[in-house]
């Protein structure tokens, strides 16, 4: 994973930035430029209208003995823990031979009582098990070493049974026989099969039908988890009954809504005096992001803006950068703040044989890589141009939803999170406050009617559990119990 793949990736995916950035992370310097450059540019053929549920055959497989197959005794380098884990692929398409890869951990206590959790991981493209297993909530992150584990002491599963997905075919493990299907991916297919998933996932753990169910995620996965969600409910509607138990959703530093995602960035940009107030005036006042004609001076101010954001890490305005992306032969000294540099501990871990043969992954001898973000999906069809339609769906079905934000992500940062808010015009119901954890301010938050929490996590880039784990830990208890962030130091 150095810059050859970084440069192949900007080549053929520069449609949707997010996956470039994500993949490459600090190294990354034309994220925010091709972004708004290309989601938009001329002859783009995205479509970009509202989503809607794709009609699919769901086919249960039978899953018999596969969950004891799929039990992963100790993963190699891994500290003794007491629960258990699982991985394992999930067919999706018997035909095209495309299956799924997952990977599972149950509750450290009360796994018989505690829900279960879906994360997934944005991009399009991207890793749940890169990014949310290994760098963010999971139980394990990787030493510099490239081979041994250490414990996330602040990892979800304290709160949930927690379920990471890697999705749609193309990303990390997950894989389709044919391999036209790396060029038909896209936002309706992803949540189709995500559900195919689901519903097989379930028949193969049945323990946990019925079970609360909650999806969570971030970034581009502020697509993926309403989507999902809203194909559920879709589903239990049609079939008179709960198929499958779902109370709520959590999405954070998620992209939801681009016409005011993309003024957001600026704003948040020049205020945290990164670009000039000149250049995020022009930018809100003379480019039309939904055009793809662009004027002069917005292209200049566009290069400008490219400029000033190439040397810093977006997602992480305050973060240092990775400056030596070698493994170590003696592992440094572990930090549960994220490593600026894990991301090549990961991908040096995952890429190894024993790693992959205790995960039951890659049992088909991939002909590449495993990655990150995908190297392989080469067209994303279709991303709809709000979610906003379907928050206001789950609001009038009485799920829970909580949007959270990191409050120094530069890409999808608080400014975004809260113009998208405040297009749904919805009546306060708890006035903003500072929210407590651990004695400390945890962040902000406001409640809205109808049941929509946001909440700020104080110091978190765009993935916040891997900047404020015992802040995201909280903030996740308090989501799964459905009780209000604390006002006050004094019960926590
Ligand atoms: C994909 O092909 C390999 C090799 O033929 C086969 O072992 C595997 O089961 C296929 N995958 C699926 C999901 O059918
Ligand atoms: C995590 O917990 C283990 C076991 O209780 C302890 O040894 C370790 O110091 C803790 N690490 C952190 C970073 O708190
Ligand atoms: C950009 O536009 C938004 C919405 O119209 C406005 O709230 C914001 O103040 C503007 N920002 C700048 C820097 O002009
Ligand atoms: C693009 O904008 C320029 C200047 O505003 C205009 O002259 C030109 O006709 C536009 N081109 C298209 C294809 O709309
Ligand atoms: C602005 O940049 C876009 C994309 O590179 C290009 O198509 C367009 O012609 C440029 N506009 C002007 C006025 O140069
Ligand atoms: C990383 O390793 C390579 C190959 O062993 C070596 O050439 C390079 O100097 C190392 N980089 C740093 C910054 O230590
Ligand atoms: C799968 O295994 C093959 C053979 O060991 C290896 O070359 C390839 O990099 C692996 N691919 C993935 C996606 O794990």
Redesign the pocket.
Known sequence: MGKASCLILVSFLIILSFFVAEICGNKQVRALDNFHKSKFREGAQIDRSDFKAQEIDVIVHSQEGLKEKDRIERLPGQPQVKFSQYGGYVTIDKVAGSAFYYYFVEAERSKESLPLLLWLNGGPGCSSLAYGAMQELGPFRVKSDGKTLFRNNYSWNYAANVLFLESPVGVGFSYSNRSSDYATNGDKKTAAYNYLFLVNWLERFPEYKGRDFYISGESYAGHYVPQLAHTILEHNKKAGKTIINLKGILIGNAVINDATDT?GM??FL?THAIIS?KA??VI??SCDFSSSNQTSECNATSDEVERDISFIDLYNIYAPLCKNTNLTSQPKKTSIVIDPCSEYYVYAYLNREDVQEALHANVTKLQYDWEPCSNVISKWGDSASTVLPLINEFLSNGLRVWIFSGDIDGRVPVTSTKYSIDKLKLPIQTAWHPWFAYGDVGGYTQVYKGDLTFATVRGAGHQVPSYQPARALSLIKHFIDGTPLPNTKRFV
Do not use: E, K, S
């Open positions: 003024p600026y704003d020049a107030d995020a005036y809100n006042h």
